[in-house]
């Protein structure tokens, strides 16, 4: 039998322009998050489309998913926040999404909730 937790974590997901995806993982983590996972992709925000010589120009952005327990989701977006200054438009965008079941990470399997 598999043993599942997830009424206890969330995940944050958080999308900037590439170069700050370093700072968003350092973040969580000074924040108490185990640390996050990093996956590449291609904006096309209201001020993010353009070209040059009329080919379009897409900006490359990265996607940082971050599974945090409840009791730091906060704790990690006012960090992430702070760091990145998302609160800045155009800079990024974070939100969060509940889990209903988790499995994979047995060193928190442990921890009292």
């Given amino acids: 039998m598999i043993e599942k937790v997830g009424d206890h974590f969330k995940l944050i997901v958080i999308i900037v322009k590439k170069d700050l995806s370093r700072e968003v993982i350092k973040s969580c983590i000074e924040a108490g998050a185990e640390g996050g996972t ?3 992709g291609k904006g096309t925000g209201r001020h993010e489309t353009g070209s040059v010589l009329g080919i379009k120009i897409e ?3 990265d ?3 971050c599974l945090a327990a409840d009791d730091i989701v ?3 977006l006012k960090q992430v926040t702070a760091a990145v200054k ?6 990024g965008i974070a939100f969060v999404i509940n889990s209903k079941s988790v499995t994979g990470i047995a060193h928190l399997l442990e921890k009292d909730f």
Avoid: F, N, S
């Fill in 63 to 65: 996607v940082i998913l």
């Fill in 59 to 61: 900006p490359e952005k």
């Fill in 74 to 76: 906060d704790d990690v």
């Fill in 86 to 91: 998302l609160d800045v438009p155009d800079t």
């Fill in 38 to 40: 990093v996956l590449h």
